[in-house]
């Protein structure tokens, strides 16, 4: 079993920047995929960012593509998400995942662990 736990969300003013952490406890997740998600109001789960387990390969959905950075502590066994020129259109609840295996996959049904969220709010 792998514990996530997500935080650093918070209430940002639009064009400031973020940074969340993803801790994980319990069986390690250094050799696994891991990934970001948000769930909007009213909306599905979508991806964000991912990053396998070297933390060599990253992937990007194409709205936060210079804006985001994901990135990995192996030694902390934690995931970042750099959040920079947020727009009210990222507030949501940011969720980190985490794979069985280091494949890295863009939907929520590729991930088997998950934590609890952190809410981001982007004020216009």
């Known amino acids: 079993q792998v514990q996530l736990v997500e935080s650093g969300g918070g209430l940002v003013q639009a064009g400031g920047s973020l940074r969340l952490s993803c801790a994980a406890s319990?069986?390690?997740?250094?050799?696994?995929?891991a990934g970001w998600f948000r769930q909007a109001p009213g909306k599905e789960r979508e991806f964000v960012a991912a990053?396998?387990?070297?933390?060599?390969?990253?992937y990007y959905a194409e709205f936060v593509k210079g804006r985001f950075t994901v990135s990995r502590d192996k030694a902390k066994n934690t995931m970042y998400l750099q959040m920079n020129n947020l727009k009210p259109e990222d507030s949501a609840v940011y969720f980190c995942?985490?794979?069985?295996?280091?494949?890295?996959?863009?939907?929520?049904?590729?991930?088997?662990?998950w934590g609890q969220g952190t809410q981001v709010t982007v004020s216009s």
């Open positions: 995942a985490a794979a069985n295996s280091d494949f890295v996959w863009s939907t929520p049904s590729g991930y088997d662990y």
């Open positions: 319990g069986r390690t997740f250094s050799r696994n995929a």
């Open positions: 990053i396998n387990w070297s933390g060599i390969n990253t």
